[in-house]
């Protein structure tokens, strides 16, 4: 086939949704495809995740920010942080829960006029470039990756104008999505636009089947689940067993970003402080850019001396670091909504061959996963934790393996295997 990929993120720009498109684009071009990617330039983010396809055939586009009230917003909350210290104007609680009470409802409205994404600055741009390409080349379907929702307005556009069919794909839904924190004004405006930008695509596809049902019952459109999953490539070569004689220590590791109220490590702190033989055993690192409150509440539990807080890192530097670890830390937001979802992390993690620990609910497909192939352990319990933590470190003093045998649990799971359920997907709709 010939595949054009619209995407505002795309590798070497290093955020999540980067990653899954620029995997899909590596194992579609394998598989014989001729692919197109449009896409933004975007100097905002690191540019440290490896191209993998061919680069001639990637094209970035500049857009216009429209979100001018993010560095005012921003330069307010690290006025805030600094006011939560002993000598600044605002330290007394009273005023530093007012001040942040004031920045959320700030970045509310924000968000809520910014429709239907902050990206919608690369919509003529991109429509521009895309009107070029399309010129030269002529590809069988367009897939377009949200978020932003704004990919899919370029790929309407586009599919109208030359007579061609287009797939939505969904890595977050769009007025369906949980996360969502707008003014009640734009749950009418984003349902008015999902149905009127998806009336003409020819299919959707989403990261899960809890997602897929819930498009399903709303169009009358196929719809597919294809999974994130992760690269056995980018793990070959990289594994060093942590060496038990050496470091009679526990190292839990967690990558990627913590959002206040979702995902709590609270538990693991209770666990820790419970528990006094650990105190002292137990490193856990946190890699990535927002920690919101995580010193707080190790201070709160007497472990601060266990946590350590790193920044971002490239992402094959993210999983050296996964593979090297004792335990990786998968923290679920304990809601409902969250049942059927697999975060992207857990992808990377099955990849990192390492014990898994999932603070939540066990009603959550990836704690099934994880427990139906003995993986790691789940709970939401300070002691059992603790217990479970104390087991793996007596192992480990005594030379003992901790890490689970994954064999026959991971070829589902695999970047190239989801990468060829989306290509019989997207043939069968062309052939329809």
């Not at 009230?69 to 600044?88: H, Y």
């Not at 999983?319 to 990786?328: E, K, P, V």
């Not at 991971?410 to 989306?422: G, I, K, M, N, T």
């Amino acid at each position: 086939m010939n595949i054009l990929i619209i995407s505002f993120f795309f590798p070497p720009h290093n955020i999540v949704g980067a990653v899954r498109v620029g995997k899909m684009a590596k194992f579609l071009e394998r598989q014989g495809h001729d692919l197109r990617v449009l896409c933004a330039e975007n100097n905002k983010l690191r540019k440290t995740l490896p191209l993998e396809c061919d680069s001639n055939k990637v094209f970035y586009t500049k857009w216009i920010d429209v979100d001018i009230l993010r560095c005012v917003f921003l330069k307010m909350q690290r006025q805030n942080r600094l006011a939560s210290g002993i000598n600044a104007p605002y330290s007394d609680t009273k005023n530093a829960n007012f001040f942040k009470g004031f920045l959320t409802k700030v970045k509310r409205v924000n968000d809520s006029l910014l429709f239907p994404d902050p990206q919608i600055g690369w919509y003529p741009f991109a429509l521009q470039k895309g009107r070029k390409i399309l010129r030269l080349w002529k590809p069988d379907v367009i897939y377009a990756s949200a978020l932003p929702y704004t990919s899919l307005l370029i790929a309407k556009k586009l599919s109208a104008e030359f007579n061609i069919p287009w797939v939505a794909e969904f890595r977050d839904l769009w007025r369906d999505n949980h996360y969502r924190d707008f003014l009640p004004f734009r749950d009418v405006l984003d349902s008015k636009l999902e149905k009127k930008t998806l009336f003409s695509a020819k299919g959707i596809v989403t990261v899960s089947d809890v997602s897929t049902e819930t498009m399903s019952l709303k169009y009358s459109i196929p719809c597919k689940t294809i999974m994130n999953g992760f690269d056995s490539e980018d793990y070959e070569g990289n594994r060093i067993v942590p060496d038990h004689k050496r470091q009679p220590v526990l190292r839990i590791v967690y990558t990627g970003n913590i959002y206040r109220d979702k995902r709590d490590p609270s538990i693991l702190f209770q666990a820790i402080q419970k528990n006094k033989n650990l105190k002292n055993r137990i490193i856990i690192d946190f890699y990535g850019a927002h920690f919101p409150g995580i010193r707080e509440k190790a201070m709160e539990f007497g472990c601060s001396s266990c946590v350590q807080i790193n920044g971002m890192v490239p992402y094959l530097d993210s999983l050296r670091i996964q593979q090297n670890a004792d335990i990786l830390l998968l923290l679920l937001w304990d809601t409902p909504e969250e049942k059927g979802v697999y975060t992207g992390k857990f992808f990377e993690y099955l990849g990192s061959g390492r014990p898994i620990l999932v603070i939540g609910s066990r009603q959550n497909v990836a704690s099934e996963y994880i427990l139906k192939h003995s993986l790691g352990f789940v709970s939401r319990d300070p002691d059992e934790i603790a217990s479970e933590l104390e087991l793996l470190l007596n192992k480990k003093m005594r030379g003992l393996s901790i890490s689970p045998e994954y064999h026959g649990a991971l070829r589902d799971f695999s970047r190239a295997r989801q990468a060829e359920v989306l290509a019989n997907f997207l043939e069968d709709l062309i052939r329809r």
